[in-house]
């Protein structure tokens, strides 16, 4: 059966704003925003796990915030900045995430990694001067059969306090940090 618009009736056109691109998609109500970034806009980055808010696979970040896209419609995610996994590498240079991720060994079989560096690109957003222990916390809203978590920390660490030192050298050189300002 058609609607007016000459389309199924139980389907409805969204629009979703992912990396920084506009897509249009016609797509059923009931779909959630991890199958429509999969199945519909073909962004097999994001991984589905549990299904049901457990294992954060699935992990992205809306309007910047860390979500579990599994648990969200994709008709909810309308009129929002969505990020996946593949915004991260800029062609095939690896962001400097993914880079301590490599370094650290933070990943083996990989099927958790995509949750985890969103989750990590969120929360390092949020929080630049996380402590180790803040970091641990984090980390564990998210599962990972393989690593044990250190590599994970150590990588996620490791970024943000190379990113605070860029920043220091970037203020420095632009005269706007004083001495004793870190
Ligand atoms: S697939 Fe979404 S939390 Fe597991
Ligand atoms: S690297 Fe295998 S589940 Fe995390």
Request: with cysteine; net charge negative.
């Amino acid at each position: 059966m058609t609607g007016a618009a000459g389309r199924p009736q139980h389907q409805q056109l969204i629009s979703l704003h992912v990396n920084g691109e506009l897509h249009e998609v016609l797509t059923e109500p009931r779909r959630t925003l991890v199958d429509a970034l999969r199945h519909d806009l073909r962004l097999t980055g994001t991984h589905v796990g549990c299904e049901h808010g457990i294992c954060g696979a699935c992990t992205v970040l809306l309007d910047g915030a860390p979500v579990r896209a599994c648990l969200m419609f994709a008709a909810q995610a309308e009129g929002r900045e969505i990020r996946t996994v593949e915004s991260l590498a800029d062609g095939r240079e690896l962001s400097d995430l993914q880079q301590a991720f490599s370094r650290h060994h933070g990943l083996q079989c990989g099927f958790c990694t995509p949750g985890f560096l969103m989750l990590a690109e969120g929360f390092l957003a949020e929080r630049p001067a996380a402590s180790k222990e803040e970091i641990r916390e984090v980390v564990a809203s998210n599962l990972c059969r393989c690593t044990g978590y250190q590599t994970i920390v150590e990588a996620i660490d490791d970024c943000a306090t190379r990113r605070r030192a860029a920043l220091r050298e970037r203020l420095e050189g632009a005269g706007q940090l004083t001495d004793g300002q870190d």
